[in-house]
């Protein structure tokens, strides 16, 4: 059984930074890919960064490339997304996931995700 546990949302201002942890408890022998999702209030949930368990292949959609950057640290087995330049529209609740897919696969779509954390919250004011 794995279990991700998010933290490190927040309010912040327009073109300000947060970083997102996420803590990852169990094995993960098997699974390939770790990554972030967001959900903002009537839309669907979208993959935004993911990388392997190994921590390459880094991937990022469009609407973040520049400004948001993920990384993993093996001693603390945690997942980080470092976000810069934010934008309202960066308001969601942000999600870490498990897949067995690659990462571009697993941001893909929340179908190729295993495992899933509770969710933090971002709300970023213009």
């Known amino acids: 059984q794995v279990h991700l546990v998010e933290s490190g949302g927040g309010l912040v201002q327009s073109g300000g930074s947060l970083r997102l942890s996420c803590a990852v408890s169990?094995?993960?022998?098997?699974?390939?890919?770790i990554g972030w999702f967001r959900q903002a209030p009537g839309k669907e949930r979208e993959g935004v960064s993911c990388i392997s368990t190994t921590g390459s292949r880094p991937y990022y959609v469009d609407s973040v490339k520049g400004r948001f950057s993920i990384s993993r640290d093996d001693a603390k087995e945690t997942v980080y997304l470092q976000m810069n330049s934010l934008k309202p529209e960066d308001t969601a609740t942000y999600y870490c996931?498990?897949?067995?897919?690659?990462?571009?696969?697993?941001?893909?779509?929340?179908?190729?995700?295993?495992?899933w954390g509770q969710g933090t919250q971002v709300t970023i004011s213009s």
């Open positions: 169990g094995s993960t022998y098997g699974y390939d890919a």
């Open positions: 996931a498990l897949s067995p897919f690659p990462p571009w696969r697993l941001c893909q779509g929340e179908s190729a995700a295993d495992y």
